[in-house]
């Protein structure tokens, strides 16, 4: 365990792929340095922004080694290691916690549209990968999955397993959701953190929480949001968001996590922005507006590598 809960800017750390559709461990390498120079208070590996569901289990090996060897301690680590066998998560846990992960990440077990465990394999599947390791557990509650977690579950999971200190709540409703989970496990979560690219950040922050994951697009602009607002300066953290908001919009709603990749590209830090068929590249249109939208801010993201 950290001295002090984990909080703050964690944003997730995007794969980077040749045109080819081959990992770019060169533009990887890059990523990992840009993310540090943007003062970030961790990152997270392999999760959905990290295309996670387009990776073979020999390259989450190999992304988790160059990752962990790049980032060499600069900053905590986060790992995520969804999947739906607890056996497999499992493992995927003690991997990284032996590579150097500070904190491990897991969704709900969940395959497809229907295959999902009760709230009682749920609790069972979480339980089963913390007694695997001894670093922190950040449940993800995302809609991805398309399984519900009560405040009930989640408060559970929280005051009952010892690692689970950390919650990542990107669900219709955040706040809410966030207010009620701290009103009933209480000291048993050390982290309530949002989602979702930061889109509901101001009202999470009133909600109680103490950290976000947004994409490597800006978190360097994000983070004076959270900074002057747990430092008690609510209408400078206000007037920050109010400026990146729009850009935070559109790259939720218009992009998704293809945004930080054209501007990694458009940055220097990575050689292209593919994506992983079937999903699509970028349409032109989206680019050009998304662009427009970040120059004025200049994010480092877009001029790392210049």
Same mark, same amino acid.
């Given at each position: 365990?950290?001295?002090?809960?984990?909080?703050?800017?964690?944003?997730?750390?995007?794969?980077?792929?040749?045109?080819?559709?081959?990992?770019?461990?060169?533009?990887?390498?890059?990523?990992?340095?840009?993310?540090?120079?943007?003062?970030?208070?961790?990152?997270?590996?392999?999760?959905?922004?990290?295309?996670?569901?387009?990776?073979?289990?020999?390259?989450?090996?190999?992304?988790?080694?160059?990752?962990?060897?790049?980032?060499?301690?600069?900053?905590?680590?986060?790992?995520?290691?969804?999947?739906?066998?607890?056996?497999?998560?499992?493992?995927?846990?003690?991997?990284?916690?032996?590579?150097?992960?500070?904190?491990?990440?897991?969704?709900?077990?969940?395959?497809?549209?229907?295959?999902?465990?009760?709230?009682e394999g749920?609790?069972?599947?979480?339980?089963?990968?913390?007694?695997?390791?001894?670093?922190?557990?950040?449940?993800?509650?995302?809609?991805?999955? =398309?399984?519900?977690?009560? !405040? %009930?579950? @989640?408060?559970? #999971? +929280?005051?009952?397993?010892?690692?689970?200190?950390?919650?990542?709540?990107?669900?219709?409703?955040?706040?809410?959701?966030?207010?009620?989970?701290?009103?009933?496990?209480?000291?048993?979560?050390?982290?309530?953190?949002?989602?979702?690219?930061?889109?509901?950040?101001?009202?999470?922050?009133?909600?109680?929480?103490?950290?976000?994951?947004?994409?490597?697009?800006?978190?360097?602009?994000?983070?004076?949001?959270?900074?002057?607002?747990?430092?008690?300066?609510?209408?400078?953290?206000?007037?920050?968001?109010?400026?990146?908001?729009?850009?935070?919009?559109?790259?939720?709603?218009?992009?998704?996590?293809?945004?930080?990749?054209?501007?990694?590209?458009e940055g220097?830090?990575?050689?292209?922005?593919?994506?992983?068929?079937?999903?699509?590249?970028?349409?032109?249109?989206?680019?050009? =507006?998304?662009?427009?939208? !970040? %120059?004025? @801010?200049?994010? #480092? +993201?877009?001029?790392?590598g210049r």
């Amino acid at each position: 365990m950290a001295d002090s809960p984990y909080s703050g800017v964690f944003p997730i750390v995007p794969t980077p792929f040749a045109e080819s559709g081959e990992l770019d461990m060169e533009s990887q390498r890059r990523i990992i340095d840009c993310m540090v120079d943007q003062g970030n208070d961790g990152i997270c590996l392999l999760a959905n922004y990290s295309e996670q569901f387009a990776l073979g289990d020999g390259e989450r090996e190999t992304l988790l080694d160059v990752c962990m060897d790049q980032n060499a301690g600069r900053l905590p680590v986060i790992v995520t290691c969804s999947h739906y066998s607890t056996r497999i998560a499992a493992e995927r846990a003690v991997r990284a916690e032996a590579a150097g992960a500070s904190m491990l990440m897991l969704m709900p077990p969940y395959h497809g549209a229907l295959l999902k465990a009760d709230e009682e394999g749920v609790f069972e599947h979480f339980q089963a990968v913390a007694e695997a390791v001894s670093i922190p557990i950040m449940v993800q509650d995302a809609p991805l999955s =398309g399984v519900q977690l009560s !405040v %009930r579950l @989640l408060a559970r #999971l +929280a005051r009952d397993i010892p690692q689970i200190d950390y919650l990542k709540i990107e669900t219709p409703g955040t706040a809410d959701k966030l207010r009620a989970l701290i009103e009933t496990a209480g000291d048993a979560i050390a982290g309530p953190f949002d989602g979702e690219e930061s889109i509901t950040l101001m009202a999470d922050l009133d909600a109680g929480a103490t950290g976000t994951m947004c994409s490597a697009l800006l978190p360097d602009l994000i983070k004076p949001v959270v900074d002057h607002y747990l430092a008690g300066r609510r209408k400078e953290a206000a007037y920050q968001y109010n400026r990146i908001l729009p850009l935070i919009n559109y790259e939720n709603h218009q992009c998704g996590l293809r945004a930080c990749k054209a501007v990694l590209k458009e940055g220097g830090v990575i050689k292209s922005d593919a994506v992983r068929h079937p999903l699509a590249r970028l349409p032109e249109p989206a680019r050009i =507006g998304l662009l427009e939208l !970040v %120059r004025p @801010l200049e994010p #480092l +993201a877009l001029r790392w590598g210049r």
